[in-house]
């Protein structure tokens, strides 16, 4: 049996829809699993073993046309689009595709042979549930609070830069702190303000790992000249952070797809959301160790916490570690 399914979007959203991979095949050991991913997102699931393709999409006009010729002169026996909301792009790709059942969420016009909830019916779902949704005509159910954790995968060239990042700044695993700074947007993550005094004042029992995206460098340079701590991980790659938060102590960030590594990792983690109520119910931790500090209702970012709470609950944090 040959399945593939659409998952474009964040870094995040395949995280935590990497539980159904391993629950596919456990169900159908003879299944191949095949992926229309993005550029970016594609990088989550590239050393699943149990991932048999990967098709990244692109707009580029080239790249475009090869993807389009490679999807419709072949056939799957299932293809499954688990969006809950209507998105164009995927509405096209999914008619470009071509498979003898396709399941997804039906708009104007039936694509779909299999219908899935909506967002509306999923409203108080996380999302990894909801991508569970999408496949129990399979026979795969979760028990109704069952929300399965991310699994994760990386390459040994992971794990050496990671581990020559260790070597190189004389620091052992389960020794250290990370600290993320980036987000997806400015209004996720801490202002320079913020980050200045909560550099300022916490005092750490343990050496602090700086993690960042790439248009961040300049924020993390100054931290790191303005301070003695941090330590400053520059990741070539989603895939370098993995083992990095694997053999963290805690975890401290904005950013819910870091959160969800930590998930994945069972890491102690203090995580600061929007006061967004819907994105918080799709998104929350599926962690027992991680302590959530939210924005003011309403609030898309976390620019509404003071910085006075968000200073005390780092502090608090860390008594904890």
């Known amino acids: 049996m040959e399945i593939c399914i659409l998952q474009l979007g964040t870094y995040g959203d395949m995280i935590l829809a990497t539980p159904i991979i391993c629950a596919i095949k456990n169900h159908v050991p003879e299944a191949k699993i095949n992926f229309i991913a993005g550029h970016r997102n594609h990088l989550i699931i590239k050393h699943n073993p149990c991932v048999s393709k990967i098709l990244i999409w692109s707009k580029l006009l080239h ?19 688990p969006k809950d909301h209507f998105s164009r792009e995927g509405s096209i790709i999914s ?19 299999i219908e899935i909830p909506d967002e509306k019916l999923n409203s108080e779902l996380h999302f990894t549930q909801r991508i569970f949704h999408a ?47 980036s987000a997806s947007q400015p209004r996720k993550t801490f202002s320079d303000k913020a980050l200045n005094e909560i550099f300022s004042q916490i005092e750490l029992n343990f050496p ?32 370098d952070v993995f083992p990095l938060i694997e053999n963290a102590r805690a975890v401290i960030t904005p950013d819910t797809s870091i959160v969800h590594i930590a998930t994945a990792y069972s890491k102690k983690t203090l995580a600061f959301y929007s006061g967004l109520d819907d994105f918080f119910y799709k998104f929350h931790p599926n962690n027992n160790l991680c ?27 860390l008594q904890t570690i």
């Open 291 to 317: 302590t959530v500090v939210r924005a003011e209702k309403g609030d898309p970012g976390i620019q509404t916490i003071p910085i006075s709470k968000i200073i005390s609950s780092i502090i608090s944090f």
């Open 63 to 81: 790249l475009l046309l090869r993807n389009i010729f490679y999807l419709r002169t072949r056939k799957f026996d299932i293809f499954v689009n």
């Open 135 to 181: 496949f129990e005509f399979l026979g795969i159910k979760l028990e109704d609070d069952e929300i399965p954790k991310p699994q994760l995968f990386y390459s040994k060239d992971n794990n050496n830069y990671f581990a020559n990042f260790l070597k190189e700044n004389n620091l052992k695993p389960l020794d250290y702190i990370v600290f993320n700074i």
């Open 95 to 113: 008619r470009i595709v071509r498979a003898d059942t396709k399941v997804g969420l039906n708009r104007n016009k039936k694509i779909f042979d």
């Open 208 to 239: 602090l790992v700086l993690t960042f995206d790439y248009k961040d460098t300049e924020r993390a340079l100054n931290l790191r000249g303005n301070f003695v701590q941090p330590y400053l991980y520059v990741s070539r790659n989603i895939l």
